[in-house]
T-cell receptor, first 119, second 115 residues
Framework: AQKITQTQPGMFVQEKEAVTLDCTYD???????LFWYKQPSSGEMIFLIY??????QNATEGRYSLNFQKARKSANLVISASQLGDSAMYFC????????????????FGKGTLLTVNP | DAGITQSPRYKITETGRQVTLMCHQT?????MFWYRQDLGHGLRLIYY???????DKGEVPDGYVVSRSKTENFPLTLESATRSQTSVYFC??????????????FGPGTRLTVT
């Protein structure tokens, strides 16, 4: 079973509008973290935002916010006031509990959503 | 320059050849990772390392070998390249942020084609 599911292979949004990119996850851990990364056409991976499972408030970073609904196991990324430069692939990722010795800081990624911002 | 670098950036090799992809980071981060990115699969973890001389398998380790004799370097070797290993390979390193979480910093990627 997939641990991270991004159900939208592609999304379109008009410039200056808000857009929500969906992410659901599957874990039995109580302690975990959720990340969003952006990958523009140039290929680099850019960290956007992080949400810890124990964080009571939704994370925000500038125009990015994370709509964290723990009971539904969803961690949707909201981009407000979309810009042309937001056109990119967006990946949701999860870090599960570190495990004994604290060495398990690896991430599991979803398959991504390709966002296109139209002028 | 500080950061994480990968070399080569592009590589074409033949089936059966051994190939080594290099990864170097200047931050002295403890954790390092190798991912491959393929259409329709997102990023999948190949191997990771918690410190020098400590490595472990990820989701898709078959056909790959890693070593980490120094904290800053984490080479990935394809012992006998196959066409299915044609992919973009990302190296990443990780360090704890002030907020307590471990953000991963990615290298620019290596595009490998196996003919």
């Amino acid at each position: 079973a997939q641990k991270i599911t991004q159900t939208q292979p592609g999304m379109f949004v008009q410039e200056k509008e808000a857009v929500t990119l969906d992410c659901t996850y599957d874990t039995s851990d109580q302690s975990y973290g959720l990340f969003w990364y952006k990958q523009p056409s140039s290929g680099e991976m850019i960290f956007l935002i992080y949400q810890g499972s124990y964080d009571e408030q939704n994370a925000t970073e500038g125009r990015y916010s994370l709509n964290f609904q723990k009971a539904r196991k969803s961690a949707n990324l909201v981009i407000s006031a979309s810009q042309l430069g937001d056109s990119a692939m967006y990946f949701c990722a999860m870090r599960e509990a570190p495990g004994f010795g604290g060495s398990n800081y690896k991430l599991t990624f979803g398959k991504g959503t390709l966002l296109t911002v139209n002028p | 320059d500080a950061g994480i670098t990968q070399s080569p950036r592009y590589k074409i090799t033949e089936t059966g050849r051994q190939v080594t992809l290099m990864c170097h980071q200047t931050w002295s981060h403890s954790y390092m990772f190798w991912y491959r990115q393929d259409l329709g699969h997102g990023l999948r973890l190949i191997y990771y390392s918690a410190a020098a001389d400590i490595t472990d398998k990820g989701e898709v380790p078959d056909g790959y070998v890693v070593s980490r004799s120094k904290t800053e370097n984490f080479p990935l070797t394809l012992e006998s390249a196959t066409r299915s290993q044609t992919s973009v390979y990302f190296c990443a390193s990780s360090w704890q942020q002030p907020g307590g979480y471990y953000e991963q910093y990615f290298g620019p990627g290596t595009r490998l084609t196996v003919t």
